[in-house]
């Protein structure tokens, strides 16, 4: 996808530029992976497990091969054979694409009650759907292990590694808990999560010959390619993956999952374009969620506030076939100055889907549970929350003792105090009233950990003064498009309007995944990197033709007889992609060693509370973040409030069912499933400190994931402000207030 913007010329960097794909979206112009049209097009619909784990010993597929308009009803007897997922491994990341370890469709076993067991192909997806009902399949069923609770008391420490810590530990604080002035020792829960994406996973599938072309919803555009080419045995080059506009994703389209690699499979078996657009309760069924958590927090202070103990255990969940740690104890190592800390996570493995990373995996729920637990101690001492904060925050990592490269944490609650009138606020629970509503205050602190990852790009500057940009990177909401134009625009001095930006295709230089806040300091590097060669270069030939360094770049190139100048960047750049992508993590990795590194903010909330029925609405909301260079003020303030919208939704509705025998999904839609809408929804100020890290690309530190930490815990604050009940399981519903 090519884009371009206008802008008047001067400062861009910071501005309040509008989205250049605005136009496109609100039009309607602007096609996502189940808008692209092809000829002879054909639809999937899948067939899902209801057994927990078992082996297939039927498939009747009669009913469903004869219904008209049915091409293939494709299963474990019939379907192509594939290579199996690989072993993941950090040193070789793309190996982490799986979203499971299941090879679909090439196995009688089932390991999770809803993987697919069947696709069908039909010519509309109503037919398929149909068709897909109409398939019926028994099972031998085997013992499975699926209930959380039950086998919380089973878990086992989860183990460290490379991008992600295990226990932490300083000095003696169990010891030290025991002998504190004041303490609290709180036992809190989350229920599992899902994302909820505008645009359900959709993936349209064409074989040409050897070679293999995907639209796909996606936000990890290199990884998908790669994953593909190694199941179906095929180059890397002949496999294109196109992710032009993704609508929405916050995790759930990070990893490869059965809907993509069906898609494929189908169309391989009918020789036909293929799209399998999963119903939304087929993305409850086969897209991991947000693993539920136990958690125990414990604090010990003395008698001026001052932490003496900070202990914050957790225990989550992974699936037999896969799925990753969740770090819920990641913020509880940096954000406070006790004299003795102890972090641990434990794990159980169960019989479901795996896992997923979802928004700030790990501090979204973690900080729900710290925060509550560092509102509690305030209340115990009688020390106004802000001030006991202030009180305990650190000079340096309180692990380990690294510097913090930037921490605004100071100033962001000092503004947000005085624009969110916080004096105003009486201490003590239940004292603030207006009329049958109870009302609330309540803050928290937001940290989320700065990631950067390998880039990849080319710049073209042609003589009539316009630059290209192409790299791989993806839109999913963000602005992504906008924000390089902006940043590209900055860095070589030239009209906004003068760049245009190529993203969303695998035919393009390989750009990072769009995770982990990184997107933005990942491609912005490459971009200055571009930038500074492009400048050499030019310099280098203005010399060269006796022209002066100082005139307009198209000048030069055009009185030096030049067309145009292009540069290539990146870590994969002359020495391989594995080795320079091993070479540019080792580098990262080495640096975090050195410096701490994150975004942090303030979250301010009122609430009200009806005294007589428990309803709770959030009324207020202001968040002050330190996220470092802000590159566009309009997209990162959207980026900052789609967060907290979320974890509004967390802290108030939202809560995957399981059931407790079969491990069976029982809410999978959203009208049992429930995210907030817009009558849910207050007005959300957003205020940014804009002062730059020293130690990122631009100085940018991520702002898509840091919005949403904190916000639970502030609600829950707020609600015991208003109320005086501490609900320590979210979500926060009426029952739980009366």
């Known amino acids: 996808m090519t884009l371009t913007t206008t802008h008047p010329a001067g400062r861009v960097l910071g501005e309040p530029v509008d989205r250049v794909d605005g136009h496109v979206k609100t039009t309607g112009a602007a096609q996502f992976s189940g808008d692209v049209p092809f000829p ?25 091969s004869t219904l008209p308009g049915v091409h293939a009803v494709i299963t474990h007897h019939n379907a192509p054979r594939m290579k199996p997922p690989p072993k993941p491994s950090v040193l070789n990341l793309p190996t982490l694409a799986a979203g499971t370890s299941v090879n679909y469709l090439n196995t009688d076993e089932v390991h999770w009650n809803g993987q697919p067991v069947a696709v069908v192909v039909a010519d509309s997806l109503d037919i398929a759907r149909e068709a ?40 003696d604080a169990v010891a030290a808990l ?17 994302h909820n994406a505008l645009e359900p996973h959709t993936t349209t599938a064409s074989w040409h010959g050897g070679t293999l072309t995907v639209h796909d919803g996606t936000q990890n555009i290199d990884w998908t390619r790669r994953h593909l080419a190694q199941r179906f045995g095929i180059p890397v080059r002949a496999v294109r993956v196109v992710a032009t506009f993704v609508g929405g994703a916050f995790g759930g389209k990070t990893n490869v999952w059965a809907g993509t690699v069906l898609a494929v499979v189908a169309a391989m078996v009918t020789g036909r374009p293929v799209r399998l657009a999963l119903s939304r309760e087929g993305v409850y069924r086969t897209v991991g969620g947000r693993t539920p958590s136990t958690q125990r927090v414990a604090l010990g202070a003395d008698s001026d506030g001052q932490l003496t103990s900070l202990i914050h255990t957790s225990v989550t969940q992974v699936g037999r076939v896969g799925g990753g740690p969740e770090q819920v104890v990641s913020q509880s190592r940096h954000l406070y100055d006790a004299a003795n800390i102890l972090v641990r996570q434990n794990q159980l493995t169960l019989d479901t889907v795996s896992n997923a990373v979802m928004r ?34 650190p000079d340096r990592d309180p692990l380990g003792g690294r510097l913090f490269a930037r921490r605004g944490l100071r100033e962001a609650y000092a503004r947000g105090a005085a624009r969110f009138r916080w004096a105003d606020r009486t201490p003590e629970p239940g004292s603030m009233r207006d009329g049958r509503w109870l009302v609330g205050m309540g803050v928290a602190s937001a940290y989320h950990p700065a990631w950067e990852l390998p880039a990849n790009l080319t710049m073209r500057l042609s003589a009539n003064g316009d630059v290209l940009v192409r790299c791989a990177f993806h839109e999913m909401g963000m602005g992504s498009a906008t924000a390089f134009a902006q940043v590209t625009a900055h860095a070589l001095r030239v009209p906004l309007d003068s760049v245009l930006v190529e993203y969303g295709d695998s035919d393009l230089p390989a750009g990072p995944a769009a995770g982990g806040s990184a997107q933005t300091a990942s491609v912005s590097r490459a ?29 030069i190139l055009s009185r030096a007889g030049r067309c145009h100048l ?29 410096y701490v590194k994150a975004a942090c903010g303030a979250q301010f909330c009122e609430v009200r509370v009806d005294r007589d029925t428990g309803e709770v609405r959030v009324t207020r909301w202001l968040g002050v973040f330190d996220i470092g260079t802000v590159v566009n003020a309009k997209t990162a303030a959207g980026q900052l409030r789609g967060g907290i919208v979320m974890g509004i939704g967390a ?4 809560e ?15 009208a049992e499933y429930h995210v907030p809408v817009h009558a849910d929804i207050p007005r959300i100020d957003i205020e940014c400190l804009g002062a730059p890290d020293p130690t990122m690309p631009l100085g940018v530190l991520g702002a898509g994931e840091v919005g949403i930490v904190g916000v639970a815990g502030a609600i829950a604050n707020a609600v015991h402000h208003a109320t005086g009940l501490r609900v320590r399981d979210l979500p926060i519903t009426l029952d739980k207030l009366r």
Not at 361 to 387: K, N, V
Not at 575 to 590: P, V, W
Not at 656 to 670: Q, S, Y
Request: hydrophobic share 45%; proline share 4%; aromatic share 4%.
């Open 360 to 393: 700030a995996p790990g501090e979204a729920i973690g900080s729900f549970a710290l925060e509550a637990a560092m509102d509690e101690l305030a209340h115990r001492l009688a020390l106004d929350p802000i001030e006991l904060r202030m009180r305990n925050e």
């Open 178 to 194: 025991e002998v504190a002035a004041v303490a609290v020792d709180l036992r809190f829960s989350t229920p599992m999560h899902h």
């Open 132 to 171: 897909a009902r109409l398939v019926h399949v028994t099972y031998d069923e085997l013992p499975a292990v699926v209930d959380f609770g039950q086998q919380e008391p089973n878990a086992v420490p989860q183990k460290a590694g490379a991008l992600h810590e295990g226990t932490g530990k300083k000095g």
């Open 566 to 594: 292009e540069v290539v960047v990146g870590a994969d750049r002359g020495i391989g992609r594995l080795a320079g992508q091993l070479r540019f993590m080792t580098r990262f990795l080495l640096d975090r060693r050195r």
């Open 527 to 555: 971009i200055l990197d571009a930038a500074a060669r492009l400048k050499k270069n030019l310099t280098a030939l203005a010399h060269r033709h006796d022209l002066s360094p100082t005139e307009a770049p198209g000048t």
């Open 40 to 64: 002879n097009l054909a639809h999937a619909a899948l067939v899902h497990a209801t057994a927990t784990r078992a082996r297939i010993t039927r498939v009747d597929t009669e009913a469903a």
């Open 651 to 654: 802290a108030l509705g939202e």
């Open 656 to 670: 995957t069912l399981v059931d407790r025998g079969t491990g069976r999904i029982v809410n999978a839609n959203l």
